[in-house]
Nanobody
Framework: QVQLVESGGGLVQPGGSLRLSCAAS????????MAWYRQAPGTQRELVAV???????NYADSVKGRFTISRDNVKNTVYLQMNNLKPEDTAVYYC??????????????WGQGTQVTVSS
């Protein structure tokens, strides 16, 4: 079994910054794709940023140039640095990890979610 623990959310003023972290622990052989999604009230969950095992990244158009996704393969952790935050970034942010467990099982896991609120 694998656990994902998120941290770093909170309340920030427009123009401010936050850094989200998501650490994976448990029976992990290797981690492939790591990503951040977000969901605002009354909307569908949307992809914010993704990073592959070889470091390739992709971003939603709405966050390009403001958010940066990175990963630490030793710590099995993915980060989301969010700069120049806007009120429309307010949402619950979820990390998502695709990994291999012992026995070559490929599994998809979600974090518990962390609230990000951008408001003056």
């Amino acid at each position: 079994q694998v656990q994902l623990v998120e941290s770093g959310g909170g309340l920030v003023q427009p123009g401010g910054s936050l850094r989200l972290s998501c650490a994976a622990s448990g029976s992990i052989v290797s981690i492939y794709r790591m990503a951040w999604y977000r969901q605002a009230p009354g909307t569908q969950r949307e992809l914010v940023a993704v990073i592959t095992s070889d470091g390739n990244t992709n971003y939603a158009d709405s966050v390009k140039g403001r958010f940066t996704i990175s990963r630490d393969n030793v710590k099995n952790t993915v980060y989301l640095q969010m700069n120049n935050l806007k009120p429309e970034d307010t949402a619950v942010y979820y990390c998502n990890v695709v990994l291999m467990e012992p026995g070559k099982l490929i599994r998809n896991y979600w974090g518990q979610g962390t609230q990000v609120t951008v408001s003056s």
